[in-house]
């Protein structure tokens, strides 16, 4: 298990280089990217975290989804700070016997980074700074689990 | 004890963390105390439907109690991933 | 679009090296690899496919997920040919706007990849051979879409 | 027209493809005629629901008519990903 907080960007091809483990079949992998504005004039998300939490918070997410899914792997990359769009913002990848097992794994740990993970996301234009509303969406998703 | 604010609660209280001294047993009752401090934490804590909190850096509900908390966390919903 | 049937290894990193799209903020991989079996004996997975077939039936099967999720980008590889146990056999990628239509995308794809697609595998043990059997849960996977 | 097997039924047949001479009308049709002419033939066609059938390289049923068909092949359910 793999699980990094930090500002720098990842480079994806290279945290997927050591992934998984013998046996495993089945290699999910999401990565989050900045994406542009609907009025297109977005020039910088901010992502503020609650750094004594963050790690705390997601390698109990990981470890939970290791456990439920058998994963042989599991990896959560977030950053924070100010991204442009068009940067990754995280990443989360799972190795397990079956797709199945991989596909929901990966499903429930984004689910969950959405909604249980302490970070906030603020979308900054030219002219303005608002901050993301949590979508109700997102919290029901979890019910899912 | 510490209390801290992130997001919008930050920026609408105007610092990221302080000491409190209070007497409150809840999260509830500390919430109380700090409403009637200020405007801007009346403002801040005007809608508990709209934040979350956590005890020591594990989420909480706000009739948690406060016995033996140092550090207690408030902002709003989360928007990770 | 990109679709590849091939007979040699793939790097992931490469072939994700240009994949998406601007505003698409969403991008899951899949990818498949050859596990030993049960009695841990497996020499080699031996994949055959159908030729004149393969190209285009992953072709139409990349498109239809393409125009009903919407996709930024999406990518199948798919190796034919005889792979050791740890090889990596295929994998496909997708590029939504939103994380829900990538990961519905990739499971769509893997599960006509499955069904669909004109390969099959046999495994080779040191004194047998035998033919993978198509189970019954993959094309059930079908009626989810 | 040409007729194509893959997998075990390429190996029950003993070859990857043939040239068939048929006025079957049916792809059901060219599986009775096959039948009847040797063994390896009835074996392998013994049990339809274990076989696929694409004409002109597109999944098709038993009952399609090979009116116009250039290339039939018969093949298990496939296993690819």
Redesign the interface.
């Known amino acids: 298990m793999r699980v990094l907080v930090q500002e720098a960007a990842f480079d994806?091809?290279q945290q997927?280089?050591d992934f998984?483990a013998?046996?495993?079949?089945?290699?999910?992998?999401?990565?989050?990217?900045?994406?542009?504005n609907d009025a297109r004039n977005l020039t910088a998300m901010e992502i503020?975290h609650?750094p004594?939490?963050t790690q705390?918070?997601l390698t109990r997410i990981a470890a939970q989804a290791q456990d439920r899914w058998n994963l042989g792997d599991v990896l959560v990359i977030?950053r924070y700070g100010r991204l442009r769009p068009?940067e990754q913002?995280?990443m989360v990848a799972t190795a397990a016997?079956h797709?199945k097992a991989?596909?929901e794994a990966?499903?429930f740990l984004?689910d969950y980074?959405?909604?249980?993970?302490?970070?906030?996301?603020?979308e900054i234009t030219a002219d303005a700074a608002e901050?993301?509303?949590?979508r109700d969406e997102?919290?029901s998703a979890l019910k899912r689990w | 004890m510490d209390v801290l604010y992130f997001a919008w609660v930050r920026e609408r209280i105007g610092v990221p963390r302080e000491s409190v001294e209070t007497q409150a047993d809840t999260v509830a009752g500390l919430v109380e105390e700090l409403r009637g401090r200020e405007e801007r934490y009346a403002v801040a804590f005007s809608d508990l439907s709209a934040l979350r909190v956590a005890l020591d850096q594990e989420l909480a509900e706000f009739d948690a109690p406060l016995d033996g908390v140092r550090e207690v966390a408030f902002f709003p919903p989360m928007t990770g991933g």
């Open positions: 994806v091809a997927m280089r998984g013998p046996d495993m079949g089945a290699i999910v992998t999401f990565t989050g990217v900045v994406r542009d503020e609650y004594g939490m705390s918070a977030h068009g913002i995280m016997r797709r991989a596909f990966a499903e984004m980074l959405k909604s249980r993970a302490p970070f906030w996301k603020k901050w993301v509303a949590a997102d919290e």
